[in-house]
């Protein structure tokens, strides 16, 4: 009985160093956003972008729904990091995301997103327009 405790341990071990080397693959990139945005309680937004991943540079489309109180239009650059990718195509996805901002002229933005593959993204950026918001969105992103 001891011999198979002692043999389980030892996988239950190998799993999860396994599953831990499997997370250190992971790799970060950069990414940059520019995102056009308006509506009227329910609004969308719209634009385009660019991943720096492992040297190489991958087109980026993105495009989402508002659904709140929002009002008015802006233009956001997001610049930042995206990490626990693999490949490039890991950042394609949805992201969501609850939260509130007032633009009006310029304003700064900060936001931690992630995807359901686990992409992470940290941006950080600009916002220049008329533009208020409490809100439910989401943002997709697809590689071009």
């Not at 609004?43 to 991958?58: D, E, K, Q």
């Not at 239009?73 to 394609?92: E, F, M, Q, W, Y």
């Amino acid at each position: 009985m001891k011999l198979a405790s002692t043999f389980r341990a030892a996988l239950v071990a190998i799993a999860a160093l396994a599953g831990l080397s499997t997370a250190a693959q992971a790799d970060s990139g950069f990414v940059t956003l520019t995102i056009y945005k308006a509506g009227w309680i329910i609004g969308g937004s719209g634009g385009s972008g660019v991943l720096n991943f492992r040297g190489r540079n991958y087109g980026l489309s993105t495009g989402g729904l508002d659904y709140g109180l929002v009002f008015g239009g802006s233009k956001t650059v997001l610049r930042g990091r995206v990490s626990n990718i693999n490949r490039p195509s890991d950042v394609a996805g949805v992201y969501g995301a609850a939260g509130a901002g007032l633009a009006l002229g310029a304003g700064a933005r900060a936001i931690v997103l992630t995807n359901q593959k686990g992409a992470v993204l940290e941006l950080t950026g600009h916002q220049v327009g008329l533009m208020a918001n409490a809100d439910l969105s989401g943002l997709a992103i697809t590689m071009r």
